[in-house]
């Protein structure tokens, strides 16, 4: 029998920390990281997969989130 693969769209939130980057997927709450923003990137996807994966599709669904938005905002300080 032939798995037919799907694919999903998420967010990618990328934070530097010192000596690399912290990843997070908002939708689903899961993050990872790697020294570059590739490698962060490619341990999320990883993460990612392997919850999809292995979990049901009632726990993704209870799991997955609204997509995240994101915008810049202009704040005055003192």
């Known amino acids: 029998m032939e798995t037919i693969l799907k694919t999903m769209t ?3 939130v990328l934070n530097p920390e ?4 912290i990843s ?3 939708e689903l709450d899961i993050a990872s990281q ?3 923003i590739e490698e962060a ?3 999320l996807k990883e993460a990612l997969e392997g919850v999809l994966e292995t979990a049901s599709a009632e ?3 209870t799991r997955l989130k609204k ?3 994101f915008t810049r905002i202009e704040v005055e300080c003192a």
């Open 59 to 61: 726990e993704v669904r």
């Open 41 to 43: 990137l490619a341990n």
């Open 34 to 36: 790697g020294d570059t």
């Open 10 to 12: 998420l967010s990618a």
């Open 67 to 69: 997509p995240a938005l």
């Open 24 to 26: 997070l997927c908002q």
């Open 18 to 21: 010192e000596g690399g980057y």
